[in-house]
């Protein structure tokens, strides 16, 4: 997001919780999401993205902090970490939803 505060928000969850986000918000079995192809799941998880962050930016603005959302990016691997910006306030966050677990990380800087 970027406005008067600027930053990230990055969510971090397993392929199986990815899979299970789509099919439930498609309405989709795990064999339809298959033949649908991998950019149907990106698709359904950059929604599942904007949603969340736009929640957030929603609050930001609501506290005075006008800002607007950028494109979200959706990368899949394993071992991948996350480097704070330079001088941020960083915040991870930890949430547990049908046995799989969701970070949230938050780095947010004030526009200079």
């Known amino acids: 997001f970027i406005g008067e505060l600027n930053g ?3 969510l971090h ?15 989709l079995s795990e064999r339809e999401l298959d033949a649908a192809g ?3 799941l990106n698709d ?8 969340t962050v736009g929640g ?18 959706i990368l899949r691997g394993t071992g991948i970490s996350v480097q704070p ?9 930890l949430f547990e939803c049908s046995g799989h677990r969701l970070y ?3 780095q947010i800087k004030a526009d200079e």
């Open 8 to 10: 990230l928000v990055n």
């Open 13 to 27: 969850f397993d392929a199986a919780f990815a899979r299970l986000c789509a099919c439930q918000m498609l309405g």
């Open 38 to 40: 991998p950019d149907v």
């Open 44 to 51: 359904a998880i950059g929604e599942l993205t904007n949603m």
């Open 56 to 73: 957030f930016k929603n609050g930001l603005c609501d506290l005075g902090y006008p800002c607007k959302l950028t494109i979200p990016s």
């Open 85 to 93: 910006l330079s001088s941020v306030v960083w915040h991870v966050y």
């Open 104 to 106: 949230a990380d938050i």
